[in-house]
């Protein structure tokens, strides 16, 4: 999490205090809804936590892909 932080408060210098207040809104607010989520499903079921972990796995590779695929677009100044 520190390399996500740094690329976050680098962007706009003067607004660093926003974009660390979002950044671990986001953070934190993502990790209750996986785990409201988890908690719907998850009653006594080894395969739907299973399911659960793979499918959390899955929108982090796309979205570090994503994220991979908007850096290489960015032009260098």
Do not use: E, K
């Not at 739907?48 to 908007?70: D, H, P, R």
């Amino acid at each position: 999490m520190p390399a996500a932080n740094s690329s976050a408060l680098s962007v706009r210098p003067d607004l660093v205090g926003t974009a660390a207040g979002l950044a671990a809104a986001m953070r934190i607010g993502g990790g209750a809804l996986i785990a409201s989520i988890a908690g719907l499903f998850l009653a006594d079921s080894a395969p739907a936590l299973f399911s659960m972990m793979l499918v959390s796995a899955i929108f982090a590779l796309l979205a570090a892909l994503y994220a991979a695929l908007l850096d290489r677009r960015q032009p260098v100044d």
